[in-house]
């Protein structure tokens, strides 16, 4: 079973940046799309930045600009560079295939926390 680690987060500054880090088993960048998502009390996970097998990739419009989705192929790593942050990206932040099912696992995530 495929499993995801995510790392990086913290609590930062607004205008600060994070990168955050995502170890997953099983080769699945090769394989699969995957994306960044974040998810707040009461509210459903959202996805925020897409790597597509190929290389594409695409954002969400609260993020366009700020965040920078990538990974190496050679440590089967995924990233998250996070610049400018506000305090509205804060959220306990996830990475997962795209689109992902139900039965998918998921990690624990990691917490990104901005502020003064």
């Known amino acids: 079973q495929v499993q995801l680690v995510e790392s990086g987060g913290g609590l930062v500054h607004p205008g600060g940046s994070l990168r955050l880090s995502c170890a997953a088993s099983?080769?699945?960048?090769?394989?699969?799309?995957m994306g960044w998502y974040r998810q707040t009390p009461g509210n459903q996970r959202e996805l925020v930045a897409r790597?597509?097998?190929?290389?594409?990739?695409n954002y969400a419009d609260s993020v366009k600009g700020r965040f920078t989705i990538s990974r190496d192929i050679i440590d089967d790593t995924l990233y998250l560079q996070m610049n400018s942050l506000k305090p509205e990206d804060s959220a306990q932040y996830y990475c997962?295939?795209?689109?992902?099912?139900?039965?998918?696992?998921w990690g624990q995530g990691t917490q990104v926390t901005v502020s003064s």
């Open positions: 099983g080769n699945i960048y090769r394989v699969f799309d």
């Open positions: 997962n295939i795209v689109p992902y099912g139900p039965s998918d696992p």
């Open positions: 790597l597509s097998t190929g290389g594409a990739t």
